[in-house]
C-alpha cells in the first residue's frame, strides 16, 4: 500500500529525543554513518550496538576502533579525541553477538531498531547469504517481539528487490508468492549435499589427476592439499551456482537481491502476527558521501567504484548497460538523513510502509550521463601510469551483454592457450617476460568477467523506483532539521558530485600510489637476527649449472677429445629416460642420473674435483647468489646451502655457507656404486628437514628467507616468511606471481637439466634438428 507520511496526525519526534536506539550492522557502511549522526546531531538519545568480536579483538574493541575511523574525522575535530571517546562510553552500550547465533537478550527499553546488518556480497554461496540476510533477521525479531514492549523497527532493504522488472515500481509490498521458509530450509540443507557429492569416487579421483599433473613435482603433500584446495574451491562454487540460479529461476539478478526480497517477507510476517510497527528502507546504489560527515566519505569501494577506477586505468573498453537506463546513486548521507527521519515517524502496528530513497524517479542519472561525467573527469584528470605519463580513457559504445561475453570468452581463451603453451616452455628471461605479459592480460580479463557477471545486469535495470513516501516525509520536515538533514533527490547535481566529490575521492589513494617516488632497483640492508636462516638451492639458484653439466665436467675432464663424441651421444641416447625422470619427479631424476657414475673411483674423483673441476664451479657461481649470500652472513643470519647434487661435487663451495645438505654417493671399496646413501633432500623433504633443522638450532621460519629456482622448490618457499623464486621456471614464475612473491633475475639465462637433456638430443640428431630446435 501506498502511505503518506504528510497525512500522519502524530507530532514525529525529529530529534529521538529520549529514545533508546538498538543498531544493527555497526562496523559497516550505513551503520557507521548511523552512529556517527546519532552521537554528532541527537544528543539525548542512548544507542546500544550489536557487534560480534573479530579473532582476538573484542566487539567492544572493534566499536572503539570506529572514533578513529575517516567517518568520525569531523565530528573528532570539533570537540577533539578525548571527548569523543567519552561520549562513546556514556551513549553507546555493546552487545557482543552474532545474527546468526541466538540474539542475546536485548535492553527493555528500546524505542527503536535500526537493522543495517547484512551480507553485501552479491554472489555469496546459497547458505551464506540465506543464514544472514534471512536465517539472521529470523533470530532478531525473535529477540524483538521477547521484549515487554515492541520497538519501532526500521528494516533496511534495497530498492533492488523488485528484482527483474522493467517500467514504475511503487513503495509497496513485492509482488511474489515465494515462501521465504521453504528457501531458508533448502539453502542451509545446500552444503551438505554439494559437500557429500564432491567427496565422492569419481570426483576425487578427476581432482587428483589434475592436482598431480600441476603439482606433482612440487610433492606429494601438495599435490594432496591442491587437491582438497580445488575440492573447496568447487564446493564454494558450487553454492554460488546454486544462489545465483535459484534467484534467476524466481525472477531475481543474484542471491543478494533474492534474500534481501525474501527478508521483507519475515518483516511482513513478523509485523503482521506480532503487530510490530516496521518502516523498510529501500536504498538504492549507495555510494560515497554528498556533504557529510565531509563531501566524498566512503568506507570502501561500492558497487560503481570498481567500474569507475577500472575505466580509470583504462582497462575497462567497453562494459554492458543500456545508454538510456537509469543508474539510481545515492550519496550515503541522503540515507542516512531519510532513516533517521523515518525513525521519527512511528506507522502503525501491523502494516509495514515503505520508503524508496534514490534518486532515479525525480533526478535521474542515466548510464549515458554516467559515462559522460565520469569520461570528462578522467580526461581532465587522467591517472598517472608509472614512467609513463598519464592514461588514455576509451569511449563506452555500449554494446549489448552478448557481445561483451564474446569478447571474454574469447580473451579467456586465449590467454589460457598462452599460458598452457609457456609452461612447456624451458625456463628463461624471454619465458619470464612473456609470462609476465599474459599474467596481466589474465588478471585483467578476470576483472573484467568479474564486473561483468557481478554488475553487467544493474547496468540494464529498466525499472524506475518512485519515492512519493520519502518526498512527503521530506516536505514535514521542521527547517531546522532540513538543514542539518537533507534527503531531497532533487539537490544532487550530478556533474558536480561525480566529477568534484566522487572520483576525486575514490581515485585519491590511487593516484598516491602510483605518484610515490619509484622504489630503487636496489635493495636496502637486510635485517639483523640470529634467530634467521637463509636457504639456498643451489642449480640455478647459485651456479648457472646442473647435474648433466657436473657429471660431463667430470667424465670428460681427463678423457682425450677423440673420446667426447661417444661420450655425448651415449648421454644423448639416455636424455628422453631422464627426461620422463624429471617430469614425475626431481628425486628420480637424481636417483636415475646419479647411476651414470657407477664403477668410478672416488679418490679419483675427489681429486679430480679438487685439482680442476672445483675452480670451474665456482666460476660458474652467480655473481648476485654469492653477494646475496654474504649479505646473509654480515647481517648474522645462518646461510644454508640445500641440494640433491652430491656432495663430492660441491666442496669448493663449502666454505660459503655456514651448513652444506647435500645427496652422498654410496662407495664400495673406493668405487662409487651408482647409488645414493640416503634418500636425496628434494622437494618436501627439503621443508620436513629445515623445520627440524630449525627447531634444533632455535631458528625462526617465519622472518627467514629461502631461494628456489623450480617449482620442485615450491615447499621450501612456502615454508619461510621471505621466499624468494630466483631465475624460476615458468610453473614457479606463475606460483610466485600469483602469491606475491619476490623474483629476481641473476646472472641472466642459467641452464636447468631440462634444457641440457634437450640440448644433447637435439646436438645427436644432427644440425637439422638442431636448426629445428632453435
Known amino acids: 500500500m501506498n502511505y503518506n507520511p504528510g497525512d500522519l496526525p502524530v507530532t514525529p519526534n525529529w530529534s529521538l529525543e529520549g529514545a533508546h536506539v538498538l543498531l544493527t550492522g555497526v562496523t559497516g557502511f550505513l551503520g557507521q554513518a548511523s552512529l556517527e549522526r546519532l552521537l554528532a546531531d541527537h544528543p539525548d538519545t542512548r544507542v546500544t550496538v550489536l557487534v560480534r568480536g573479530r579473532g582476538a579483538t573484542s566487539g567492544a574493541d572493534r566499536v572503539a576502533g570506529l572514533t578513529r575511523k575517516p567517518v568520525f574525522r569531523t565530528l573528532r575535530r570539533r570537540i577533539g579525541g578525548p571527548a569523543l571517546a567519552q561520549l562513546l562510553a556514556e551513549r553507546v552500550t555493546v552487545i557482543e553477538g552474532d545474527l ?20 553485501v556480497s552479491f554472489d555469496p554461496p546459497i547458505d551464506d547469504a540465506f543464514q544472514v540476510n534471512v536465517g539472521g533477521l ?52 545446500a552444503r551438505a549435499e554439494v559437500e557429500r557429492a564432491s567427496r565422492r569416487p569419481e570426483a576425487l579421483r578427476a581432482l587428483l589427476a589434475e592436482a598431480r599433473a600441476e603439482h606433482g613435482k612440487a610433492g606429494p603433500q601438495a599435490t594432496a592439499r591442491a587437491a582438497e584446495e580445488a575440492r573447496r574451491r568447487r564446493v564454494t562454487e558450487r553454492l554460488v551456482d546454486y544462489g545465483r540460479l535459484r534467484a534467476h529461476s524466481v525472477g531475481w539478478p543474484d542471491v543478494y537481491t533474492f534474500t534481501k526480497a525474501l527478508g521483507e517477507r519475515v518483516a511482513e510476517q513478523y509485523a503482521r502476527d506480532e503487530g510490530l510497527r516496521v518502516s523498510v528502507v529501500r536504498p538504492a546504489i549507495v555510494q560515497s558521501a554528498l556533504r557529510h560527515p565531509f563531501p566524498g566519505w566512503f568506507d570502501s569501494f561500492k558497487m ?46 501491523g502494516t509495514p510502509v515503505y520508503y524508496h530513497v534514490g534518486t532515479g524517479a525525480r533526478n535521474p542519472l542515466t548510464q549515458r550521463q554516467l559515462d559522460e561525467n565520469i569520461r570528462n573527469y578522467f580526461r581532465r584528470h587522467p591517472l598517472p601510469e608509472a614512467g609513463r605519463g598519464h592514461i588514455a580513457v576509451p569511449t563506452w559504445r555500449f554494446p549489448g551483454a552478448s557481445q561483451i561475453e564474446r569478447r571474454l570468452r574469447a580473451g579467456e581463451r586465449a590467454v589460457s592457450f598462452a599460458e598452457r603453451a609457456l609452461l612447456r616452455l624451458p625456463a628463461s628471461p624471454r619465458t619470464r617476460d612473456w609470462m609476465t605479459k599474459v599474467h596481466k592480460e589474465t588478471k585483467r580479463i578476470e576483472s573484467l568477467r568479474r564486473l561483468s557477471t557481478l554488475y553487467g545486469v544493474y547496468t540494464e535495470v529498466e525499472a524506475i523506483y518512485t519515492d512519493g513516501n520519502v518526498l512527503a516525509l521530506h516536505r514535514r520536515l521542521p527547517d531546522e532539521v532540513v538543514s542539518r538533514g537533507s534527503f531531497d533527490a532533487a539537490e544532487v547535481d550530478w556533474p558536480h558530485y561525480l566529477q568534484e566529490v566522487h572520483c576525486p575521492s575514490i581515485t585519491a589513494l590511487l593516484r598516491q600510489s602510483v605518484t610515490r617516488r619509484p622504489r630503487s632497483n636496489r635493495r636496502g640492508p637486510l635485517p639483523e637476527g640470529r634467530d634467521t636462516v637463509a636457504v639456498f638451492d643451489l642449480e640455478g639458484t647459485v651456479v648457472a649449472s646442473n647435474l648433466i653439466e657436473a657429471f660431463l665436467w667430470a667424465r670428460l675432464a681427463d678423457r682425450p677429445k677423440g673420446a667426447w663424441a661417444r661420450e655425448l651421444a651415449a648421454l644423448a641416447g639416455a636424455a628422453p629416460r631422464y627426461l620422463r625422470a624429471e617430469q614425475r619427479s626431481r628425486g628420480e631424476f637424481i636417483r636415475t642420473f646419479m647411476r651414470r657414475y657407477a664403477g668410478a673411483s672416488e679418490d679419483a674423483l675427489r681429486e679430480l674435483i679438487r685439482d680442476r673441476l672445483g675452480d670451474a664451479l665456482l666460476r660458474r657461481s652467480l655473481p648476485e647468489a654469492i653477494r646475496q649470500v654474504r649479505a646473509h652472513r654480515a647481517a648474522g643470519h645462518r646461510t644454508i646451502l640445500i641440494t640433491g647434487t652430491a656432495d663430492i661435487l660441491i666442496e669448493s663451495l663449502r666454505p660459503l655457507f655456514d651448513d652444506v645438505v647435500a645427496s652422498r654417493l654410496h662407495v664400495r671399496d673406493g668405487v662409487l656404486t651408482g647409488f645414493l646413501a640416503a634418500p636425496p633432500l628434494v622437494g618436501e623433504a627439503r621443508l620436513a628437514w629445515l623445520r627440524q633443522h630449525a627447531e634444533d638450532i632455535g631458528a625462526d621460519l617465519s622472518s627467514s628467507y629461502a631461494y628456489g629456482d623450480s617449482f620442485s622448490d615450491r615447499s621450501l618457499l612456502e615454508g619461510v616468511g621471505n621466499p624468494v623464486a630466483v631465475n ?47
Open 100 to 119: 546468526t547465533d541466538a540474539v542475546p537478550a536485548l535492553p527493555e527499553d528500546l524505542t527503536t531498531v535500526i537493522h543495517c546488518a547484512s551480507t
Open 728 to 774: 624460476p621456471d615458468p610453473k614457479l614464475f606463475r606460483h610466485a606471481k600469483r602469491h606475491n612473491w619476490r623474483i629476481e633475475e641473476w646472472g641472466g639465462h642459467t641452464v636447468g637439466p631440462v634444457e641440457t637433456m634437450v640440448e644433447l638430443t637435439t646436438s645427436a640428431a644432427g644440425p637439422g634438428a638442431r636448426g629445428a630446435a632453435r
Open 304 to 349: 560503481v567504484d570498481p567500474i569507475i577506477l577500472s575505466y580509470g586505468r583504462g582497462t575497462l573498453p567497453d562494459f554492458p548497460g543500456l545508454p538510456d537506463a537509469v543508474v539510481d546513486i545515492v550519496p550515503i548521507d541522503l540515507v542516512t538523513n531519510a532513516l533517521l527521519a523515518v525513525a521519527a515517524v512511528e506507522p502503525e502496528p
Open 138 to 189: 529470523v533470530n532478531l525479531y525473535d529477540a524483538i517481539i521477547a521484549l515487554p514492549r515492541r520497538p519501532h523497527v526500521l528494516h533496511v532493504s534495497t530498492a533492488y528487490v523488485a528484482g527483474a522488472r522493467k517500467g514504475v515500481v511503487a513503495e509497496a509490498p513485492l509482488d511474489h508468492d515465494v515462501d521465504w521458509n521453504a528457501e531458508l530450509t533448502a539453502a542451509l540443507a
